[in-house]
C-alpha cells in the first residue's frame, strides 16, 4: 500500500522568539515492513543551521536552529510510505516461549549473553514500574502461558476495558493515573501496556507513527483531521531445539485498536519512531528564548497515493 503523510505543525508566540534550538521525529526510516518513497521536512522560516542524524534506536532526527526573531514557526513533514513490503513472519501465538521463560532468560546471570532487548526492561521517563501494573499484567500472564498468547489477550483487554476519550489525559499524565481511570489516548494505552510488560521482566518498546483511518461509508475523508498513533512491540526470544532461548524478534500490538503482528501490525501502519516511551520520540521537541505564551496547532492527513 503507497500512503502519504502529512504532518503539518504551527506555532504562534507572543511575544516573539528571539533564538530557538529544536529537534523532531518526523521522517520514517526504512524497515522490515515498509519502504521509504521519499520524505522531507519545510521549516519556515529558514533556519541558521540544520543536520540529520540516526539516533541509538534507529530513528531519523531533523535538527535546526533558528537565531532571527519571529512571531510563528511552521513546519511541515511529508513523505511517501510503501507499506506494502513483505510481511515478517514468526510462529503461532502458542508457539512462541513460556512467558515465565523469557523472564528468566533476562534475569541475570553470570556468563550469561547479553540481547539488547534488554535496554526496554527498566524504568523510564513516562513508564515506572509499580505493583498495579503487575497485578494488572498477571490477569492475562497467567502460568505457563505462551508470552504471545498472554500479549495478546492483555492487548485485547485494555481495547475492550478502557475508554478512549480525546483530550482526557495530557502528555504528563503517568500511566498509572490513566491505568486508573480506564480511559485515554492513544499515547496512555501504550504506556499501560508497556508498564504493565516490564513490571513483570519483559522488554517492550514505543512505536510511533500513523495510520491510515476510514470514513463511514458515504463519507469523505478529512483532510488534516487524522493524528499520530502510538502502539506497542514485544520482544520475543527465538527457541531453539535443545529447550534454551536466544535472541529473537519483534511484535507489534496496538491496544487502541485491538490488532498485532510481526513488524508491523499491518499494511495501513506507517513506523515512524521507537524508544523507550514518549520521551525518546516525541514530533517536536526543544528550547526557545522568548515567546513566553504559545498555541501549537496539528494537523496530520494520511492518505493513499499513485
Known amino acids: 500500500m503507497l500512503l502519504e503523510i502529512i504532518h503539518d505543525t ?44 540516526v539516533d541509538s534506536y534507529g530513528n531519523i532526527c531533523t535538527f535546526f536552529s533558528l537565531q532571527n526573531r519571529h512571531s510563528e514557526l511552521f513546519i511541515s513533514a ?18 512462541t516461549p513460556r512467558w515465565e521463560d523469557v523472564r528468566e532468560y533476562f534475569r541475570y546471570h553470570s556468563n550469561t549473553h547479553w540481547d539488547p532487548a534488554s535496554e526496554f526492561l527498566f524504568t523510564s521517563p513516562f513508564v515506572t514500574l509499580r505493583q498495579e501494573f503487575v497485578e494488572f499484567a498477571r490477569s492475562s500472564f497467567t ?33 498509572h493515573e490513566a491505568l486508573a481511570k480506564r480511559e485515554g489516548v ?14 513483570i521482566g519483559l522488554p517492550a518498546k514505543y512505536v510511533s507513527g500513523y495510520i491510515l483511518t476510514n470514513p463511514p461509508p458515504g463519507q469523505p475523508r478529512l483532510i488534516g483531521s487524522d ?4 502502539w506497542v512491540s514485544i520482544y520475543i526470544p527465538q527457541s531453539n531445539a535443545d529447550g534454551t532461548l536466544s535472541q529473537g524478534f519483534w511484535c507489534d500490538l496496538d491496544p487502541t485498536n485491538n490488532r498485532w503482528g510481526y513488524g508491523s501490525p499491518g499494511e495501513d501502519y506507517i513506523h515512524l519512531a521507537q524508544g523507550r516511551d514518549y520521551s525518546d520520540v516525541s514530533p517536536v521537541r526543544g528550547v526557545i ?11 496530520v492527513t494520511v492518505q493513499p497515493t499513485e
Not at 492513544?186 to 513490571?199: G, T, V
Not at 528564548?289 to 494537523?299: E, I, L, S, T, Y
Open 289 to 299: 528564548h522568548g515567546g513566553a505564551d504559545h498555541v501549537m496547532k496539528v494537523a
Open 78 to 95: 511529508k513523505s511517501i510510505v510503501d507499506t506494502g513490503q513483505d510481511q515478517q513472519h514468526g510462529p503461532k501465538p502458542s508457539e
Open 10 to 53: 504551527h506555532y504562534s508566540y507572543d511575544p516573539n522568539v528571539e533564538i530557538a534550538q529544536h529537534f523532531t521525529h518526523l521522517k520514517p526510516a526504512a524497515t522490515g515492513t515498509q519502504a521509504v518513497i521519499r520524505t522531507n521536512v519545510l521549516i519556515d522560516p529558514k533556519p541558521a543551521w540544520q543536520e540529520e542524524r
Open 227 to 230: 493524528a499520530s498513533h502510538a
Open 186 to 199: 492513544c499515547q496512555d494505552f501504550a504506556h499501560i501496556l508497556i508498564a504493565s510488560i516490564r513490571s
Open 143 to 175: 502460568n505457563n502461558k505462551p508470552i504471545l498468547v498472554a500479549a495478546a489477550e492483555l492487548t485485547e483487554r485494555i481495547y475492550k476495558e478502557f475508554h478512549y476519550v480525546s483530550k482526557s489525559t495530557d502528555i504528563d499524565t503517568p500511566a
